[in-house]
């Protein structure tokens, strides 16, 4: 029903930015409906909420990104976006796309790594 594919992960040094980007295909009443984000896991932690984004462009970011992340989305192409500033090695993990749907449930993509190391 839905694909979501992960791009713009790599190595950064320290208070360094890089932008991911989440292209999403299939069913258009899904991403109609659907709020997109990203999640992150860091190595022998849990998966947690970075940012999740609306339809209609309601925002909700984790505390610890709060100001040195933004999130945002491009609904005419089914893209969600996430511009990361200031970064630190504590961001280090892999970055997973989210799209959440009411009666459809959760889809991921397949995660990109972000590295962030001098």
């Known amino acids: 029903q839905v694909k979501l594919v992960e791009s713009g992960g790599g190595l950064v040094q320290p208070g360094g930015s890089l932008r991911l980007s989440c292209l999403g295909s299939g069913s258009i009443e899904i991403f109609g409906i659907a709020s997109m984000g990203w999640y992150r896991q860091a190595p022998g932690k849990q998966r947690e909420l970075v940012a999740m984004?609306?339809?209609?462009?309601?925002?909700n970011y984790a505390d610890s990104v709060e100001g040195q992340f933004t999130i945002s989305r491009d609904n005419a192409v089914n893209t969600v976006s996430l511009q990361m500033n200031s970064l630190k090695p504590e961001d280090t993990a892999v970055y997973y796309c989210?799209?959440?749907?009411?009666?459809?449930?959760?889809?991921w993509g397949q995660g990109t790594q972000v590295t962030v190391s001098s």
């Open positions: 984004i609306t339809t209609g462009g309601g925002i």
């Open positions: 989210k799209l959440e749907a009411f009666r459809y449930g959760a889809f």
